[in-house]
């Protein structure tokens, strides 16, 4: 039995990393049967005689997995947004940084075609930067005159961790990848004029080794799913909540009508932004409108 990393899915192939070389394989029926598709970033067993002929055996308990991208065991999201081309958005931002706070990954922010921004939205924009910034979170700027450039820095953050690009078709994460690697030459896609998004250039999930770092460039998508956040659970993945929650006259205090809430003094007074509040409550509203997992098969 050999063991290894699946580093790349393709039409039905799982291409397993193990000791400097890359085995082709396949999933056999026994997979689905637990109800385990295997996912890029699984560490696996397989056998194999050959390099094309491999079969996966048994996939090693995760700690941690994404529906979208579908991929497991990563230390760093880095999510990607366009200032522009298609739309700087507060509310996708946020959609994807509770979803990463629910999976307990870190979360970095990279802010890409900031060239394309006149002087008055570059402003705007590094309004945003600072208030993410001083949620705790890294937000870099493409092309952004840092002392360090912003992909030594990115690349500096992620370190030797495992690290996953995700975010809209069309922001630049293929660029981005290129632009670290170019001899990657990774295929990249216009945007299309008369949707404002990108065409879903990117195909696959694949996991790239970059220096010390393997990083993930992932199909893009429109939205994430909070399909496995539970409503109590949600105050919390908002850290500037977390943060403050204890000041609450209630323990289990969901921010909403309790008499003495912290939180929303916090927002009247303006130090926790107003639509961070309001994502809050509509990320709530749409947990509670969830239908019960269970009813889901019925009719
Ligand atoms: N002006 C400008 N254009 C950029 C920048 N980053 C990416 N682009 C352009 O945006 C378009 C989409 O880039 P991709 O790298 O294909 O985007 P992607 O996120 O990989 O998209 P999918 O693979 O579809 O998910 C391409 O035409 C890029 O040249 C940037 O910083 N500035
Ligand atoms: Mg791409
Ligand atoms: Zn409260």
Redesign the pocket.
């Known amino acids: 039995m050999q063991q290894g990393q699946i580093r790349k899915a393709l039409s039905g192939f799982y291409y397993v990393y193990s000791d400097g070389k890359t085995y082709q394989t396949r999933g056999r029926g026994n997979f689905r049967v637990k109800d385990t598709t295997p996912l890029v970033g699984d560490f696996v067993e397989f056998e194999s005689d050959n390099m094309t002929e491999g079969i996966l055996k048994s996939i090693a308990p995760r700690k941690n997995e994404l529906v979208r991208p579908p991929i497991a065991n990563i230390d760093v999201g880095v999510i ?1 947004m ?1 200032a522009t081309e298609p739309d700087f958005s507060t509310y996708l931002l946020d959609r994807f940084l509770v979803y990463l706070e629910g999976q307990g990954m870190d979360a970095i922010i990279y802010v ?5 921004l006149n002087k008055e939205q570059e402003k705007e924009l590094i309004l945003h930067q600072g208030e993410y910034q001083s949620l705790g979170y890294t937000v870099l700027l ?2 952004y005159k840092t002392e360090k450039k912003s992909l030594d820095l990115l690349l500096e953050v992620i370190g030797g961790k495992t690290a996953v690009f995700m ?10 990848l290129n632009q670290i690697m170019p001899e990657l030459a990774l295929q ?4 299309s004029s008369s949707l404002g998004r ?5 195909r696959h999930v694949e996991l790239i080794v970059v220096g010390e770092a393997l990083i993930a ?1 992932t ?2 998508f429109s939205s994430v799913e909070l399909e496995e956040i539970e409503e109590q659970d949600l105050p919390d993945l908002f850290t500037e909540f977390l943060a403050n929650r204890d000041d609450c006259r209630f323990s289990g205090c969901m921010h909403l009508n309790e008499p003495n809430c912290r939180i929303k003094e916090l927002v009247s007074s303006g130090k926790i932004k107003e639509y961070r509040y309001e994502h809050y409550l509509q990320f709530l509203e749409e947990i509670q409108n969830r239908k019960p997992k269970y009813q889901k098969n019925k009719k």
């Open positions: 990607v366009s890409t075609k900031i060239d394309l493409s092309d975010g809209q078709s069309g922001v630049g994460k293929s660029t981005l990249t896609g216009e945007i990108g065409k879903h250039t990117t460039d199909p893009g």
